[in-house]
Each structure stands twice: as C-alpha cells, then as structure tokens.
T-cell receptor
Framework: DGGITQSPKYLFRKEGQNVTLSCEQN?????MYWYRQDPGQGLRLIYY???????QKGDIAEGYSVSREKKESFPLTVTSAQKNPTAFYLC?????????????FGAGSRLTVL | KQEVTQIPAALSVPEGENLVLNCSFT??????LQWFRQDPGKGLTSLLL?????REQTSGRLNASLDKSSGRSTLYIAASQPGDSATYLC???????????FGPGTRLSVLP
C-alpha cells in the first residue's frame, strides 16, 4: 500500500543535541512538507520541497534543516538552535490530481526534549 | 496573506445529532479546499476535497460545501456517532504549487 512513513514515532532528546526525523513516501508525489503542531494550535509549515534537490523555508524554519536528495525522502533535522523543539511533527506530500492539489500525511513523530 | 479560521473551536453533541462545522478563509481566490480528521496523537486523514469549480462533495455521512464568494466551507456530519469524535481541520491552497494554509481545527466530541 502506498503511503508516508515517519520514524521514529517517539523521540527523546537532551538539550543541545541535534535529532533527525525520517520521512519516506512511496506515492510518487513530487512535493513534500514538514509541519509542526503544538497542543491546541494549528499546523505550522517548517519547510517544503517541490522537487528533488530544492527546498524552501516555511513560516517557522529557524532551528531546523532539511534535505531532498531523493524524491521519496525528506528528512528533517531539529538542531540545538531550536529553542522550543518539543512538539508533534507531521510530514506530508502532495500531488496535483484533476486540477486539485491533494495532501497526504504520515502518522507523525513526537519529539520531547528532556 | 491567506488566513483560515474555524468555528466553533470545540463542540459536544449527543449521538445521533446532525451537525455543521465551519471553515472561513480571507482570500476567495482558492485552488481547492480539503477537510481532514485527526485523532489524538495521530496524523491527519483526508475526508473530502473540493475543487474551486465545485460546490460540494459527499462521502457517506459527510457532506462538504464550498462558497468561494463568501469565503466559507461547511462540513456537515449526519447522524453523528461516538466514533466521529476527533479534531476536524480544513486547509486551503491558493494555486498550483502554492502551500496549504490550515485552520486551527474544531474538536468534536460525540457522547453516547
């Protein structure tokens, strides 16, 4: 079955450490996204990529980095520069179908800083 | 800049009721609108997608309508069930290659 796989599901980090969240899709979608979700808040866009080897900053990119070396993969690194990294992170991908952009999500990764 | 709001923020209803969730957006020049469901601690599941040229979409007990001129979409849930309890989010995209803008969601509780 096609879908988006995020790993790990839960991750604990000590202050000052960098961590990388994995996102892999087998949907053959061109565009991929990373969102952050905090309790009681909507989704905020961190980074997005429309094609391989190209990505753009979203609304809250500071303290995060990404790469897009393969169409299927879009890993997110949460660096020590991110002051408040504890959150739920969602990866998504999209494709244009019959003139509409359709967004599909992974199951999410919950990061907790100890 | 596109802004999306959802009213109410939370809703609690007894099982069997029909209910309406609202989504409003400030820029009516949208490409399409998508409704999602999110269970606690889970990712988002797509429910319905409405293209800009469409007025409504239906899937089972769910019906979503779109009024671009007034910047509104509604999600109608018929004969609600406890299993419908979740947070419902709407998202709009303003053009091909544009990003999705999400509303904050409506948290629905259906009481048995």
């Amino acid at each position: 079955d096609g879908g988006i796989t995020q790993s790990p599901k839960y991750l604990f980090r000590k202050e000052g450490q960098n961590v990388t969240l994995s996102c892999e899709q087998n949907l053959n979608h061109d565009a991929m996204y990373w969102y952050r979700q905090d309790p009681g808040q909507g989704l905020r866009l961190i980074y997005y990529s429309q094609i391989v080897n190209d990505f753009q900053k979203g609304d809250i990119a500071e303290g995060y980095s990404v790469s897009r070396e393969k169409k299927e993969s879009f890993p997110l690194t949460v660096t020590s520069a991110q002051k408040n990294p504890t959150a739920f992170y969602l990866c998504a991908s999209s494709i244009a179908v019959s003139g509409a952009n359709v967004l599909t999500f992974g199951a999410g990764s919950r990061l907790t800083v100890l | 800049k596109q802004e999306v709001t959802q009213i109410p923020a939370a809703l609690s209803v007894p099982e069997g009721e029909n209910l309406v969730l609202n989504c409003s957006f400030t820029d009516s020049a949208i490409y399409n609108l998508q409704w999602f469901r999110q269970d606690p601690g889970k990712g988002l599941t797509s429910l319905l997608l409405i293209q800009s040229s469409q007025r409504e979409q239906t899937s089972g007990r769910l019906n979503a309508s779109l009024d671009k001129s007034s910047g509104r979409s509604t999600l109608y849930i018929a004969a609600s069930q406890p299993g419908d309890s979740a947070t419902y989010l709407c998202a709009v995209v303003s053009g091909y290659g544009q990003n999705f803008v999400f509303g904050p969601g409506t948290r629905l509780s259906v009481l048995p």
